[in-house]
């Protein structure tokens, strides 16, 4: 793996790598704590994980972290699941995340944006005055430490405020995204008991308005718990009967008061995609999440004051919540409210240029999806700002990385990262200081033991296994809700290797340190005893002008046989005729290997994916083996029910 690529596509400059925080923070590290001063990254990072402790003590007196009560040690228990950070201490997220206003009133907090991609800023003092004043409100309608609080909300400033004012109390916040339906959204917050929901009325996607408030109606009468609703009038509508008005929430001037709450004290609930059963609901710390965010967006993102932020992504998604602690280093975010592609396939490319994004983060398929679509960045926009682009949602293919070089700027840091919802971090990505490799992500994280594992526990390089972590992180789950005996948060990670993460995914770690993602591990194609990613496929297939997307499952028959097939989503006018077959086949052929050759390609009406746009592959396979719908996915969490059907349909025809 590691000879494929001889030569970086991407070297940070000498000034580039003194400038940055995570050589200031090594330098620094290795006076007071004893880090190594040379051997630059990788040495750093091995001392990362060695001496845990010292690290993550090292990284809350870097950013100042402010423990209103000292802890006792950085680690209790080490046990994983059930490690114990910080035991004693006790402080509050959103404190340090209006921590800038102190010095920077005046400058913007946030810049929030809707399809006709005019930023409109929030300061400083005004978002802090605007939590102040909500979190007083929060407070007098009973809102208690521990309380969870909703939103149902589209990425927009009301959120910030919503979720910030949240934490302030004590409470717990939990979201989801106005396009979630009725029972997607009871799915989740039915399993958490909100008492208080923020609501808007509606939203606007592409080009058109969505009322919402018939959703709004379902969601009070079947959120028993509820004891305020809180109506934000996007579309301009009045607060139905016994909802609140936003504005007069939020209009006082209240300097906030932020509860000092102990280090594993529950932040937000996220929730998994849900493909195979009610989401799993997901529960972080406000200090797990404080001092891993302010690792990976201070150190690995390289943010601070002078930044600016935007990350596309809707509140149902962990990424907005990552790009929310873009206020903890004292960054201005970018909040988008609208469709990723309107009006037209630049659209993301606009809004970075006009808000002077220093950091633009997309999905791998947005990406593609330029590429396929003829975008030009460089010649229609001005992003002589951005310095990173950095993808996640699935692995950015090696084409993605020539384009973003070749279409963007040669000198662009490319960061392509990967992490979990389980997490809300990244486990390998963005390193400043480190070359970039076409295909690869840079390497693994500061205080992450990330490895690469064979089926009986044994460390692989240059080979590819699953994605495992032998350390724990601070913003590993504290629990799932409702798992009193956490006999399902134990089964999700630590079934495979006791007391080792396992994430399901299949990666390689490369002998230079870089990591490749091929796929998830649980919808694996494992031909003859191979393993291989479906990402590698995709990869080769998608470059195709005519595959507009693919889907390739290996369903384990009864007899012992395995059936390997090829779904492809033909571009508009294009036909799967003996000739497109032919070229399917001989590109997975000849760029991969004659094992990846599927049994059948097979026309589909489209590739179904999660609300939060990932390809569902294993409730497809589950389809495939004679499940029923119901068995199989659970419907919610989909983003085309019909879509679904024509497998079930085809999976009944082949009998």
Request: aromatic content about 10%; overall charge negative.
């Amino acid at each position: 793996m590691s000879t494929t690529n001889p030569s970086p596509l991407w070297q940070p400059t000498a000034e580039g790598i003194g400038q940055a925080q995570v050589t200031k923070f090594q330098a620094w590290a290795a006076e007071r704590h004893g880090a190594p001063s040379d051997g630059g990254y990788a040495a750093l990072h091995r001392w990362s994980v060695d001496e845990l402790d010292t690290f993550w003590k090292a990284v809350t007196e870097w950013f100042d972290v402010r423990f209103s009560t000292p802890y006792a040690r950085v680690l209790g228990d080490r046990a994983m699941p059930g490690a114990e950070w910080f035991p004693g201490g006790t402080l509050n997220y959103a404190e340090h995340a209006l921590r800038a206003a102190e010095t920077r009133a005046d400058e913007p907090a946030l810049l929030h944006v809707d399809e006709t991609h005019e930023s409109v800023p929030v300061t400083w003092s005004e978002l802090r005055r605007q939590v102040g004043s909500l979190a007083a409100e929060l407070r007098a309608f009973g809102v208690r430490p521990g309380d969870r609080v909703s939103g149902y909300l589209p990425n927009v400033p009301q959120a910030v405020v919503a979720l910030l004012a949240t934490a302030a109390v004590g409470g717990v916040w939990t979201s989801c995204a106005p396009d979630f339906g009725a029972r997607s959204v009871l799915d989740r917050f039915q399993q958490v008991e909100p008492v208080v929901l923020f609501a808007v009325d509606g939203y606007r996607y592409g080009g058109k308005e969505h009322d919402r408030r018939d959703t709004v109606a379902e969601l009070r009468r079947e959120l028993p718990t509820l004891s305020a609703v809180v109506h934000i009038p996007l579309l301009g509508t009045e607060a139905p009967e016994g909802a609140l008005d936003w504005s007069a929430l939020t209009a006082a001037d209240v300097e906030p008061v932020f509860e000092q709450v102990p280090f594993d004290h529950p932040l937000w609930v996220l929730y998994s995609s849900g493909t195979t059963g009610l989401p799993k609901a997901i529960v972080q710390s406000q200090g797990g999440i404080l001092v891993e965010h302010l690792k990976q967006l201070g150190l690995h993102c390289d943010l601070g004051p002078g930044d600016r932020f935007f990350w596309y992504t809707s509140t149902g998604w962990m990424m907005w919540n990552f790009l929310v602690s873009g206020l903890l280093t004292g960054t201005t975010i970018v909040l988008y409210d609208g469709s990723p592609g309107y009006p037209d396939t630049g659209a993301q490319w606009r809004i970075a240029e006009r808000t002077g994004a220093t950091l633009f983060g997309t999905s791998a398929a947005y990406v593609m999806a330029c590429r396929k679509a003829g975008v030009h960045p460089s010649r229609d926009f001005d992003l002589g700002r951005v310095r990173c682009v950095a993808t996640t949602g699935s692995p950015l293919p090696p084409d993605g990385f020539r384009w973003l070089h070749d279409e963007v700027r040669e000198d662009l840091w490319i960061a392509s990262v990967s992490g979990g919802t389980d997490v809300c971090s990244c486990f390998a990505g963005a390193v400043p200081t480190l070359p970039v490799y076409i295909g690869e992500l840079q390497a693994a994280g500061l205080g992450t033991d990330l490895q690469s594992w064979d089926p009986s526990g044994k460390p692989l390089t240059d080979e590819v296994g699953e994605l495992v972590v032998t350390n724990p992180m601070p913003s590993m789950p504290i629990r799932f809700w409702n798992d009193p005996d956490g006999s399902r948060y134990h089964d999700s990670y630590f079934d495979t290797y006791p007391g080792v993460w396992r994430h399901g995914d299949w990666i390689t770690i490369t002998s230079r340190g870089s990591v490749v993602i091929h796929g998830r591990s649980d919808s694996t194609l494992n031909r003859g005893g191979v393993r291989m990613g479906s990402a590698d496929i995709y990869e080769a297939v998608e470059r195709l002008p005519e595959i507009k997307e693919s889907l390739v499952i290996g369903v384990e028959q009864p007899d012992g046989g395995y059936w390997m097939p090829l779904f492809v989503h033909l571009a508009p006018g294009a036909v799967l005729d003996e000739d497109l077959l032919n070229r399917i086949k001989g590109t997975i052929r000849e760029q991969l290997s004659p094992r990846h050759v599927p049994d059948e390609v097979i026309e589909v009406p489209g590739v179904p994916h999660t609300l939060t746009g990932k390809r569902i592959e294993v409730p497809v396979k589950r389809l495939l083996q004679g499940a029923s719908m119901e068995k199989a996915v659970n419907v919610g969490s989909v983003d085309d029910v019909e879509l679904l059907r024509f497998y079930e349909k085809l999976a009944r025809e082949r009998g």
